[in-house]
């Protein structure tokens, strides 16, 4: 080998040692740099349960710590004790004893998303955007949601105190609610006017879609559909797979919705099947407000797929999906995983799906003067007049339906305007 091959082969490996050195070198930095902030923690959790004022456990501050890890992260990522993982199980089937509300972490401040329907919460007054500032006496400054959900719940037929403060005030109110069992029932249904079928849904779980279709072909035993308004008024949300086949039942083509994580693989689209069993009338969709997650789903894919107008406010806004990830010991995490976007590519996230038509409700005001409201002043309106006996049994024994139907028209305009625009203004169905 001569001279200059010998130091041609000798500057290469050294380059080569240089090499490997310099890229183990940078291996033990980046080590050190993922291992650096857990050996912080430990430092600081090791400093705590030495010279914390307490005695506190381990696990108490490990929990806690996950805790803090990820609700800085959004208000919708949470860890979950295996109670509250048990409850979480709940929420979807079955039954719960509570108040019948949906909260959420807004700001640092447990906010009502909405109330469900009939429940103490809704006949208590408690609407979405409500701020409940106290539980039993103890701020919510600070709580986590479980915590306050945990709170909140409790045995059947005893009451629970909260200090509220509404929406658009700023005066704090105390309630005090008694707990109730709050069955799952999530459909509802009301013929307005013969062939024109209201459908009120107000969360969407395990069993939505089935009570969905059962109450329209039940609808449809005595006379032909003629329209379909579907209400989605302060539904908070719910399962993601009933949100989807919802969607479907009223679609025979087009894409739902389209979910994208942190990576592209992530990714996944739902279009939905034509099978025949859609309703082919014209279709309404109610929104506000308390319509969350789910409902936006639902409202995205009609609107989009121009199946359906969208009547009322402004939707809450929640365009993420969380995976509830269960862990060995019996708890679990319930993280924030991807974003869902409506058909025509949008993203809802604290930005709300706006109507077709947007008319605010209008909240009857019981304190006007009867001839400021251009009414005749009869025998019933006095006060202190005499009760007629066959009506009042009459109105115990649930009233004329009918009657009924034309008092929920008078005070909910929103409702209104969707019936008109189904009579007068029709969209294509989905047969077409």
Do not use: W
Request: charged share 30%; with cysteine; aromatic share 4%.
């Amino acid at each position: 080998m001569s001279r200059l091959n010998k130091v041609l082969t000798a500057f290469l490996l050294a380059a080569i040692l240089c090499c490997a050195g310099l890229a183990l070198a940078q291996q033990q930095q980046q080590q050190e740099d993922r291992f650096g902030p857990l050996k912080r923690f430990s430092q600081v959790l090791d400093l705590v349960e030495t010279n914390y004022v307490k005695d506190v456990t381990r696990k108490d501050l490990i929990d806690g710590a996950i805790v803090g890890m990820l609700q800085q992260l959004d208000p919708h990522s949470t860890f979950l004790t295996k109670e509250d993982f048990k409850e979480m199980q709940v929420s979807t089937s079955g039954e719960f004893s509570g108040i019948g509300i949906e909260i959420s972490v807004e700001n640092g401040r447990i906010t009502v998303i909405s109330p469900i329907d009939d429940t103490p919460a809704d006949k208590a007054g408690l609407r979405a955007g409500d701020v409940i500032v106290e539980i039993e006496g103890q701020t919510t400054q600070d709580m986590t949601l479980m915590d306050a959900v945990q709170r909140i719940r409790g045995p059947k037929g005893k009451p629970v105190s909260l200090t509220v403060v509404h929406k658009g005030s700023n005066k704090p109110e105390k309630l005090r609610i008694v707990r109730e069992a709050i069955p799952i029932v999530s459909v509802k249904t009301t013929e307005l006017e013969p062939g024109y079928l209201l459908v009120r849904i107000t969360r969407f779980n395990e069993n939505t879609t089935n009570e969905l279709k059962e109450a329209v072909k039940n609808a449809t035993k005595e006379r032909p559909l003629l329209g379909l308004i579907l209400d989605l008024r302060n539904n908070p949300g719910g399962l993601l797979d009933q949100a989807v086949s919802v969607s479907d039942f009223f679609l025979t083509k087009g894409r739902i919705v389209t979910i994208k994580g942190r990576r592209d693989e992530q990714r996944k689209d739902f279009d939905s099947k034509k099978d025949g069993a859609e309703p082919a009338v014209p279709v309404t969709v109610l929104i506000n407000a308390g319509s969350a997650s789910a409902s936006e789903i639902v409202a995205g894919a009609l609107q989009d797929n121009r199946r359906a107008l969208l009547v009322g406010d402004k939707t809450f806004g929640k365009g993420s999906v969380q995976t509830v990830i269960p862990l060995s010991d019996g708890s679990g995490v319930k993280l924030t995983t991807a974003l869902y976007y409506t058909p025509s590519g949008r993203s809802i996230q604290a930005e709300g799906i706006e109507p077709d038509f947007k008319v605010p409700l209008q909240e009857p005001d019981k304190e006007k003067d009867l001839f400021a409201q251009g009414h005749q002043v009869r025998e019933r309106d006095l006060s202190r007049h005499l009760d007629n006996l066959s009506r009042k049994k009459k109105s115990a024994e649930g009233g004329d339906p009918k009657l009924k139907i034309k008092e929920l028209m008078e005070r909910d305009n929103q409702l209104k305007l969707a019936l008109e625009l189904l009579k007068y203004a029709p969209v294509a169905s989905a047969g077409n």
